[in-house]
């Protein structure tokens, strides 16, 4: 009787050990994920403009805009590709939600740069939030001699800056489709006459298709509301398509503007797409990992 005791008690501790493993298994099975949504673009700009994807942390993005003439200047110019303007950009991620930029451009020989910011990351999985919500701001400044000779001022450093500040509201709808809009404010200290704004508003509008594994489409358009109508104030949109090769992105594009940052694709002059006034272009960026952040213990 005492033996079989014995081997009843260590059965019904067997089973309670059992039990509880089960549950402590189920607990961590049950155990919420959630996700951050990535990819939405290949790139930290869609094509001129800002897009809702940062930069990896430690991660240097070396990047080239280029852009030829207008197309539409016939045989002469080799249609616009007798000419060229770019922009080179160095990008850098100080943390996951952090990136800090500088460039120069060939167009006004501009110097700009920004900080961009991720306040809020879209998410997938127990506890998903729809949007991402990212903030950019940046100063830019012109280069040029005398560029303000029709105005016949002073070119000071102060009238030479302007500076912009923009939000960033995207969403990844799927693997393929990615949306994207961005209020912006361009300040200028000094425009050509009083019939131009010191601050323009616009809207931006960014999106990205995917058609292949390396291969999607992608455009960018901004709306500037307030600015004084004439006979260049067309809005920049761009249409390109994304490339992957490998440890870089090459892109292609069509552009109605040379412009290459906020205040120039916005404020300055662009040309026409029903008259032809196209630029062929392509982008280039290439990603270095400069810094390997510490994994928390």
Do not use: C
Not at 139 to 156: H, I, K, M, R, S
Not at 285 to 291: D, G, L, P, T
């Amino acid at each position: 009787m005492k033996y079989l005791w014995i081997i009843l008690t260590g059965m019904l501790l067997a089973r309670t050990a059992a039990a509880q493993e089960e549950s402590l298994l189920e607990l961590i099975e049950e155990e919420p994920v959630t996700e951050v949504v990535t990819n939405a673009f290949k790139g930290s700009r869609a094509i001129n403009a800002h897009s809702m994807e940062m930069i990896g942390a430690g991660v240097l993005d070396f990047r080239i805009l280029h852009r030829f003439g207008r197309i539409n200047q016939g045989y002469q110019q080799f249609f616009g590709l007798d000419q060229a303007a770019m922009r080179m950009g160095f990008d850098y991620g100080l943390t996951p939600n952090l990136t800090v930029g500088v460039g120069r451009s060939t167009y006004l020989k501009e110097l700009d740069g920004f900080v961009k910011w991720r306040i809020l990351s879209q998410k997938a999985g127990s506890r998903p939030f729809p949007f991402a919500l990212i903030g950019v701001s940046g100063v830019t400044y012109n280069g040029l001699e005398n560029p303000f000779a029709q105005a016949e001022v002073e070119p000071t450093a102060a009238r030479r800056m302007a500076y912009y500040h923009q939000v960033i509201i995207g969403r990844k709808f799927s693997e393929r489709l990615t949306l994207q809009l961005a209020p912006t404010l361009v300040h200028r200290n000094l425009v050509e006459n009083r019939l131009q704004p010191n601050q323009l508003l616009a809207l931006g509008v960014g999106g990205r298709f995917k058609i292949t594994k390396r291969l999607a489409l992608v455009a960018d358009y901004s709306h500037a509301l307030n600015r004084f109508p004439n006979s260049w104030a067309y809005n920049p949109l761009s249409i390109g398509v994304d490339i992957e090769t490998g440890g870089h992105v090459f892109q292609l594009h069509f552009s109605n503007t040379s412009g290459m940052n906020e205040r120039a694709f916005i404020a300055e002059p662009n040309g026409s797409w029903l008259q032809g006034d196209l630029q062929f272009g392509f982008n280039l960026s290439r990603v270095f990992q400069v810094h390997k952040p510490k994994r928390p213990f």
